[in-house]
């Protein structure tokens, strides 16, 4: 039988056995409370069919509880518990049944539906990189109900123009997998909007997830490096020569040789030392001047007080990056950097470390696409860190992208951490001896760069990566004075979403700036006009408007200033959830209801026992027959009527009143 077909026997059995129908009140439900049901009506001709909210029907249910004032033994639902919602309001029926008192009993319908689906989907929908570099873009290919299948994935503009050089790719994926691959495209791949695509399969059953859209963006503008160091070592010297080298960026690097006496190198092809006496931006308008702040060891001999404090103005603030390049910055104890530093740092563990990506450092990016994953043989063959300390009581929201494994086997300590500060970012690598990646001997086939060709430089690959992480993981991108930024990024058709565009400099500037365009494309295309520039209480300026996309599919909303297109970022818009799109029942769900508010899961074959619950055994209560005994009709109460009356009389004769 179906679902319904069963559900409704079910509830004739309960009926029919019950010692008092008349208080039984029984309802259909889709996506709310339905109209009242009895036994003959057999077919739902009023049910809908795309969808089921038994959170908002149940909580529609309860509500007349309390407008009638009645006891209820239980509420009892028959379903398959699926919701065609992605995040049903469950605790909210759970309270209020329980404020009520009413226990909530379930009978679950059905079971697993397996469907045959192959799906790809974009693991990250918007993509940053570096002009004249290879991209990896990360994918994830599932297969639902297929035996093992042979596809093919081909990327495509959102056009539907072919990319040159970039041929189909084909693998196998296994029945109930879900892999993840990375799609490379060349070097000169310009921005835009891409579609990832999967070729039809005879069989698939949900076509509309055989492709997704993401967004990619070159960095086209400089950025802006400040380099302090004041021990200087191999590591500093090597990372300095290699951001030197880079088009895009631009370094200021400050070396500390001798006891107050500094010496500045700067972009361009004259490596000579100068000698300086600015060791440190002395403004903020100077600290503005840059996206990235590198300090490595003997950073005490740079900072002052007021140098701490608009170097954490610089990230908190302006939206900054700060990257402690060789673990602790300073010697013994700096308490004014306490305020930026990931955690407290602990001891020298007189160790080496090997350097081992974890999964949260995969799943932001950093590690599984031009660097390999956790899993990955490379990071067994590279040189260990030195100089590695214990980082202990990391602060909130810190993530650990990479931690350190004993050379000779042991504990972990986290060897590469990030948190956010503000609008900025804070990132540490603990330890010191990167550099010598860069002399690592060719390593053997069995560790090839990602994406195929030759091993490559590891120094440069990591730092290039890391640093370019960093930098893009502050609500500004490098050599970029505006950010876009939107709440929630996932919106339900005709949803609202907020649009914030933040700007680096002061309220007085952005004032002066005309207002931003946001050009939105996608499924359809507009443009929106941001509102007036304001600030919030931290004096920050910032722009805003409200989105309402009435089409599913992924848009992309990038920012125009003057005509000049800047940062962008994706929203996705899903379709809503169909009654047929998983057909599964959700038991989970229906135990845990039951579960919370005091109630039971029953089988179909438990009529009797769900009603010996419902409906308990009450000792008789004693009535007798109304007898009609009005209180007027007594004897002292017209005694009583007779003295008031006579007591007027003799009053108004006394008076003389007529």
């Known amino acids: 039988k179906t679902r319904w077909e069963t559900g409704a026997d079910f509830a004739e059995r309960l009926l029919s056995g019950s010692s008092h129908p008349e208080s039984v009140r029984s309802h259909l439900y889709d996506v709310a409370l339905g109209p009242l049901w ?14 089921s909210r038994l959170d908002l029907a149940a909580r529609g249910l309860l509500e007349t509880a309390t407008a009638e004032a009645t006891r209820w033994t239980g509420l009892v639902i028959v379903g398959d518990g699926r919701q065609t919602v992605a995040d049903p ?106 579609f990832v695509i999967l070729d039809p399969t005879l069989g698939d059953e949900i076509p509309a997830n055989d492709s997704d859209r993401l967004h990619l963006r070159l960095l086209n503008k400089r950025s802006r490096i400040f380099l302090a ?18 088009e895009l960026i631009e370094v200021d690097a400050v070396f500390r040789i001798r006891p107050d006496r500094y010496y500045r190198i700067g972009t361009g092809e004259t490596p000579a030392l100068e000698e300086t006496s600015r060791a440190f931006p002395e403004t903020d308008a100077e600290m503005a001047n840059y996206d990235l702040v590198v300090l490595g060891k003997g950073a005490e001999a740079f900072l002052t007080p007021e140098r701490v404090d608009r170097l954490s103005r610089f990230v908190r603030d302006r939206g900054g990056s700060l990257l402690f390049s060789r673990g602790k910055p300073y010697a013994g104890n700096y308490e004014g950097l306490a305020s930026l530093e990931p955690g407290n740092w602990g001891e020298e563990t007189g160790s080496d470390y090997r350097l081992m990506p974890t999964v949260d450092g995969a799943e932001s990016g950093l590690f599984g696409e031009r660097l390999p994953g956790p899993e990955h043989a490379l990071w067994h063959r590279l040189d260990p860190l030195e100089d590695v300390r214990t980082l202990a009581e990391l602060k909130p929201f810190t993530r650990i992208l990479a931690v350190g494994e004993r050379v000779e086997g042991g504990s972990r300590v986290p060897l590469l951490v990030v948190r956010r500060h503000g609008r900025g970012v804070v990132a540490a690598v603990n330890g010191d001896g990167l550099w010598r990646w860069g002399f690592h001997p060719r390593l053997p086939d069995t560790a090839p760069r990602p994406g195929g060709g030759a091993p490559e430089d590891w120094h440069r690959e990591f730092w290039m990566q890391t640093i370019q992480w960093t930098a893009t993981w502050s609500e500004f991108l490098p050599g970029e004075d505006y950010s ?8 339900a058709p005709g949803d609202s979403g907020r649009v914030r565009i933040g700007f680096r400099g002061d309220l007085d500037s952005a004032r002066e700036i005309s207002a931003p365009v946001i050009e939105i494309t996608g499924p359809t295309s507009s443009q929106l006009q941001a509102a007036p520039a304001g600030s919030a209480e931290d004096g920050i300026p910032r722009w805003g408007a409200i989105v309402s996309p009435e089409i599913p599919g ?53 009529v009797d026992s769900l009603l010996a619950t419902l409906e308990p055994d009450l000792p008789p209560v004693a009535t007798r027959e109304a007898v009609w005994s009005p209180l007027w009709n007594r004897p002292w109460i017209l005694l009583f009527i007779a003295l008031l009356l006579g007591t007027e009389w003799a009053a108004r004769r006394r008076f003389g009143l007529p």
């Open 38 to 51: 009895s036994p003959g009506n057999r077919v739902p001709s009023n049910l809908a069919s795309e969808g």
């Open 89 to 194: 309001d469950l605790a909210a029926l759970i309270t209020q049944a329980r404020s009520f008192d009413i226990p909530v009993h379930t009978v679950p319908l059905g079971g697993e539906v397996t469907r045959r689906d192959l799906s790809v989907r974009a693991s990250r929908r918007q993509l940053v990189s570096l002009p004249g570099q290879e991209i990896q873009v990360p994918l994830r290919i599932a297969n639902s109900g297929f035996s093992p299948t042979m596809v093919t994935v081909r990327i495509e503009k959102a056009n539907g123009e072919a990319l040159e050089d970039v041929p189909p790719r084909k693998l196998q994926v296994d029945t109930g997998a879900d892999i993840s691959i990375d799609f490379p495209l060349p070097a000169g791949t310009p921005s835009g909007d891409y």
């Open 229 to 246: 160091e004041g021990a200087p070592y191999w590591d500093t010297k090597f990372l300095t020569q290699l951001l030197r080298g880079q």
């Open 484 to 491: 876009i930024q939107v709440t929630p990024s996932t919106l």
């Open 554 to 606: 992924a848009y992309t909303l990038t920012l125009v200033i003057d005509g000049e297109r800047g940062p962008s970022v994706p929203l996705t818009v899903p379709p809503p959830v169909g009654e047929s799109d998983d057909r599964s029942a959700d038991r989970a769900l229906m135990e845990e209801l039951s579960r919370e508010t005091g109630g039971s899961v029953w089988d179909l074959d438990q």
